[in-house]
């Protein structure tokens, strides 16, 4: 079992919890490549430890942090999330164990969404793993249904949404137009055919106007959250990061 280490990241006013694990051997003479690992809306960090754990058993350096408004953070979700994930950047970028030159992305659902305009707008990022993205249409029927709250404050699925300047932003937002912009750097989508929550056939689509190189795996039945919890999916996607980020092969597959 490796040691969890406890962090804080600043993304812009709010102050973010976020777990880190570190391979053994890490260190400044040997850096490691880092991946950040992005939960769900209404979801948490605990929920993915298990991966993030997995990643520094393999060989990685892996970050799970709460989005804002989620778990042990502050703030609510709001149209400056991005800034989360630009905050995991420089968190790992400063860890002398890291290599800054070999970061990506692990997102579910939300955390997909997120990771992937991300990666489009930060070529920091040199892969991403996309389980189950949801697009604008999808995270926006998650957050606008009215509930109890104030001001533009709204408690949806477990999280503090500002729902006035988060929808906002979205309608400006494209998802399908942001993933060709990630390539030459690749993508690795991930969706279970049972998915009761976002359609396979959404992840297709992003697959269908991703550059190379790209590649996706649909799971036969499964639900939302099989993938993301998956041992064989956590394999796969490590063997396809350890390739990636040594700078190994760009060919599609399916």
Same mark, same amino acid.
């Given at each position: 079992?490796?040691?969890?280490?406890?962090?804080?990241?600043?993304?812009? %006013?709010?102050?973010?919890?976020?777990?880190?694990?570190?391979?053994?051997?890490?260190?400044?003479?040997? %850096?490691?490549? #880092?991946?950040?690992?992005?939960?769900?809306?209404?979801?948490?960090?605990?929920?993915?430890?298990?991966? $993030?754990?997995?990643?520094?058993?393999?060989?990685?350096?892996?970050?799970?942090?709460?989005?804002?408004?989620?778990?042990?953070?502050? #703030?609510?979700?709001?149209?400056? $999330?991005? @800034?989360?994930?630009?905050?995991?950047?420089?968190?790992?970028?400063?860890? %002398?164990?890291?290599?800054?030159?070999?970061?990506?992305?692990?997102?579910?659902?939300?955390?997909?969404?997120?990771?992937?305009?991300?990666?489009?707008?930060?070529?920091?990022?040199?892969?991403?793993?996309?389980?189950? =993205?949801?697009?604008?249409?999808?995270?926006?029927?998650?957050?606008?249904?009215?509930?109890? #709250?104030?001001?533009?404050? @709204?408690?949806?699925?477990?999280?503090?949404?500002?729902?006035? %300047?988060?929808?906002?932003?979205?309608?400006?937002?494209?998802?399908?137009?942001?993933?060709?912009?990630?390539? =030459?750097?690749?993508?690795?989508?991930?969706?279970?055919?049972?998915?009761?929550?976002?359609?396979?056939?959404? $992840?297709?689509?992003?697959?269908?106007?991703?550059?190379?190189?790209?590649?996706?795996?649909?799971?036969?039945?499964?639900?939302?959250?099989?993938?993301?919890?998956?041992?064989?999916?956590?394999?796969?996607?490590?063997?396809?990061?350890?390739?990636?980020?040594?700078?190994?092969?760009?060919?599609?597959? $399916?």
């Amino acid at each position: 079992m490796l040691k969890p280490i406890k962090v804080t990241l600043q993304a812009g %006013p709010y102050r973010l919890a976020a777990i880190f694990y570190l391979p053994k051997d890490a260190s400044g003479q040997k %850096p490691v490549p #880092g991946v950040i690992v992005c939960h769900g809306l209404g979801s948490k960090k605990e929920n993915h430890l298990a991966y $993030t754990e997995y990643l520094a058993e393999q060989g990685f350096a892996g970050l799970a942090f709460d989005w804002r408004g989620h778990g042990q953070s502050a #703030g609510n979700l709001d149209d400056h $999330t991005l @800034d989360d994930v630009t905050a995991a950047i420089a968190y790992l970028s400063r860890r %002398p164990e890291v290599d800054r030159h070999r970061l990506a992305i692990r997102g579910t659902s939300m955390g997909a969404y997120f990771a992937l305009h991300a990666a489009a707008l930060d070529a920091r990022l040199k892969a991403v793993v996309a389980i189950a =993205p949801a697009t604008e249409d999808i995270v926006l029927m998650g957050v606008t249904p009215p509930k109890a #709250g104030k001001d533009a404050i @709204d408690y949806s699925q477990g999280a503090r949404v500002q729902r006035k %300047p988060l929808i906002a932003w979205m309608e400006k937002q494209d998802i399908h137009k942001a993933v060709p912009r990630i390539a =030459p750097r690749p993508i690795f989508f991930i969706h279970c055919k049972g998915d009761e929550v976002i359609p396979y056939q959404s $992840t297709e689509e992003l697959y269908a106007l991703a550059g190379e190189p790209k590649k996706l795996l649909l799971l036969d039945g499964g639900h939302h959250r099989f993938a993301q919890q998956d041992g064989t999916v956590h394999r796969l996607t490590v063997e396809w990061l350890r390739e990636i980020l040594a700078g190994g092969a760009t060919s599609s597959s $399916t």
